[in-house]
Nanobody, 125 residues
Framework: QVHLVESGGGLVQPGGSLKLSCEDSGRTFSSYAMGWFRQAPGEEREFVGAITWNGRDTSYADSVKERFTISRDNAKNTVYLQMGSLKAEDTAVYYC??????????????????WGQGTQVTVSS
């Protein structure tokens, strides 16, 4: 079973950085591809990025490319989202998700099997 818990959200000024973590308390973390999504008020949940089970491949939404980086540490059952050059439009609840297709970098929400509860990121001066 997969149980995901995000952490690291908060308030940051425009241009600042923040690192989110998502830890799985289960035993099968390394078997899953992991994705990050976000949802702003009144908006649909959107893809931010994804990483394969072994961390060798990643994919990003155009809106965050060159600013965000996904990584994972399977020994710690944790996936990270390093966010930089943050903008007001990055404000959202950020979710991590696990995909049984361990090689799949899909951006479709319905392809993911497990979700965390989300962590709020607010970019404001």
């Amino acid at each position: 079973q997969v149980h995901l818990v995000e952490s690291g959200g908060g308030l940051v000024q425009p241009g600042g950085s923040l690192k989110l973590s998502c830890e799985d308390s289960g035993r099968t973390f390394s078997s899953y591809a992991m994705g990050w999504f976000r949802q702003a008020p009144g908006e649909e949940r959107e893809f931010v990025g994804a990483i394969t089970w072994n961390g060798r491949d990643t994919s990003y939404a155009d809106s965050v490319k060159e600013r965000f980086t996904i990584s994972r540490d399977n020994a710690k059952n944790t996936v990270y989202l390093q966010m930089g050059s943050l903008k007001a439009e990055d404000t959202a609840v950020y979710y991590c998700a696990a995909n049984r297709k361990y090689y799949d970098l899909t951006h479709y929400t319905w392809e993911y099997d497990y979700w965390g509860q989300g962590t709020q990121v607010t970019v404001s001066s």
